[in-house]
């Protein structure tokens, strides 16, 4: 078992920036991939970004490019997401996830483990 507690989130203006953290517990969570989702306000779930755990490679979702970077490091057994030149439709709830071995990144059922999720507001 693998548990994530996702930190970090709170109310920035826009432009602004907020680096969120995914730690994990319970496991070595060096090898498992770990993606971000958000779900904003009446909207659906949506990847953010994810990190591989072999060789580290990461993946974002157009709408951040540019912005977030995802990182890890494996001695602190914790995730990051570093959020720059933050937007109003970024607000959102983000979550972080985890699992072995993921195939289709950005569609969220290959993860086992979520974190309870942390509220990023960005005000206009």
């Known amino acids: 078992q693998v548990q994530l507690v996702e930190s970090g989130g709170g109310l920035v203006q826009a432009g602004g920036s907020l680096r969120l953290s995914c730690a994990a517990s319970?496991?070595?969570?060096?090898?498992?991939?770990v993606g971000w989702f958000r779900q904003g306000p009446g909207k659906e779930r949506e990847f953010v970004a994810a990190?591989?755990?072999?060789?580290?490679?990461?993946f974002y979702a157009d709408s951040v490019t540019g912005r977030f970077t995802i990182s890890r490091d494996n001695a602190k057994n914790t995730v990051y997401l570093q959020m720059n030149s933050l937007k109003p439709e970024d607000t959102a709830v983000y979550y972080c996830?985890?699992?072995?071995?993921?195939?289709?990144?950005?569609?969220?059922?290959?993860?086992?483990?979520w974190g309870q999720g942390t509220q990023v507001t960005v005000s206009s």
């Open positions: 996830a985890a699992a072995r071995v993921v195939s289709t990144l950005w569609t969220g059922g290959e993860y086992d483990y």
């Open positions: 319970g496991r070595t969570f060096s090898g498992y991939t």
């Open positions: 990190i591989r755990g072999s060789v580290g490679s990461t």
